[in-house]
């Protein structure tokens, strides 16, 4: 398996307050491994993906209906890394359901995450 190929089997959505990162759990695993060697940006199904590496909190913005720009410090960028790592595994785990495994990424008044992060829905498709 090449991972950089793999993680453009991603898929982006980006509407009005929506923003979502859908794909198979390989290829979740895969653009979340992308993302932890702090090469993005990459461009996905749909659009692209840029991270920051910065000294702040979490944040997660739409630039436009296919761009989505992650920041943060490493620790609080873990987050995504583990959302998309997370949402693979319980994909491959869990018995097919009505609902396909699904981690949200939001501000809840935590100090990890920016209050001006958009909602951001990880999304795997069935194994």
């Known amino acids: 398996m090449n ?3 793999d993680a453009h089997l991603c898929r982006l ?3 009005d307050t929506e923003r979502q990162i859908a794909g198979p759990p390989h ?5 979340a491994t992308h993302l932890r ?4 940006p990459i461009a996905i199904t749909g659009g692209t ?3 920051q590496i910065t000294d702040g ?5 739409a630039h436009g209906t ?13 987050l995504l890394w583990d959302a998309l ?3 693979a595994d319980d994909a491959d785990t869990t018995p097919p359901a009505g609902v396909n495994r699904h981690t949200h990424i939001e501000y809840y008044g935590d100090p990890w995450t920016s209050p001006d992060t958009e909602p951001l829905a990880v999304v795997a498709d069935w194994p």
């Open 85 to 87: 790592t997370g949402t």
């Open 66 to 78: 296919d761009h989505l720009r992650v920041s943060g410090h490493p620790d609080h960028l873990r």
């Open 49 to 51: 993906i840029d991270q």
């Open 57 to 61: 909190p979490l944040l997660i913005r």
């Open 37 to 40: 060697t702090g090469t993005a």
């Open 27 to 31: 290829a979740l695993r895969a653009l």
């Open 3 to 5: 991972p950089v190929h």
């Open 13 to 15: 959505s980006i509407w």
